[in-house]
């Protein structure tokens, strides 16, 4: 049976993924900071959950290590902070949004580079988003490490081929949050060329094209509903 690692798969996008992977037959392992009631309800043999501070690099490389003599077939980044930083510019928040979205996923790409080499159809798909390229002004940290999650994509298709295939899926608003009100939402799907709202199923439906087209690395895919092109 396939073998997943997906990062942040204890909530939303990352939950979404874990369950359909599972019903698919995969085995799955979860890295997150802490489980959630969605997640203990999936219990089963194939799927184990790792909690560790995301922060600590040593807690990291120790995990890596265990499982760098097994193959390993998907490679999921889908741990994010989503952040308004407020024009602030903070130093704090910079770092924090810098682990996540770049220095995290550098680190497990390097170290599972050889137990994904192992497998027959090794990929690593790294989640960005649609302001990777047309930022948002109040987001502007999370933005640009965003950006740079997508060039880290690129960088490792070209380091890991053809061994392992890269790529990026760049979501765009597919699922509301709870705290997001009616005129917010009515703003969002008035800026998409497809208004309305998707949810996951979309992303998962672009996993399975990526798994499948083996002639495909290095290129990032929007999943957006025409957002990218529609706002300003």
């Not at 392992?29 to 043999?45: G, I």
């Not at 265990?66 to 994010?80: G, K, M, T, V």
């Not at 407020?86 to 810098?98: A, D, H, P, R, V």
């Amino acid at each position: 049976m396939p073998h997943a690692l997906i990062t942040g798969g204890s909530r939303r996008l990352g939950l979404y993924l874990t369950e359909h992977l599972l019903a698919e037959g995969w085995h799955i392992t979860v890295l997150s900071r802490s489980s959630s009631p969605e997640l203990d309800r999936l219990s089963s043999d194939r799927l184990k959950l790792v909690t560790l501070d995301y922060y600590q690099l040593d807690e990291v490389k120790a995990f890596c290590q265990q499982c760098a003599d097994q193959p390993l077939d998907l490679l999921i980044h889908n741990a994010s902070l989503f952040v308004n930083d407020g024009n602030t510019g903070s130093s704090e928040l910079f770092s924090q949004l810098f682990h996540v979205h770049m220095q995290l996923p550098a680190l497990l790409n390097t170290e599972l580079a050889a137990a994904l080499a192992r497998s027959d159809n090794g990929n690593i798909i790294h989640m960005t988003d649609i302001y990777a390229e047309n930022p948002n002004a109040d987001y502007a940290l999370y933005c640009a490490t965003k950006a740079g999650l997508e060039n880290l994509s690129k960088s490792f298709a070209k380091r890991l081929a053809p061994a392992v295939r890269v790529n990026s899926i760049q979501p765009g608003a597919l699922k509301f949050l709870p705290d997001h009100s009616a005129a917010s939402k009515v703003q969002v799907l008035k800026d998409s060329l497809l208004p309305h709202e998707a949810g996951f199923e979309p992303i998962f439906q672009t996993v399975q094209y990526l798994l499948a087209n083996t002639f495909v690395t290095g290129t990032a895919i929007k999943v957006d509903g025409g957002r990218s092109i529609s706002r300003n």
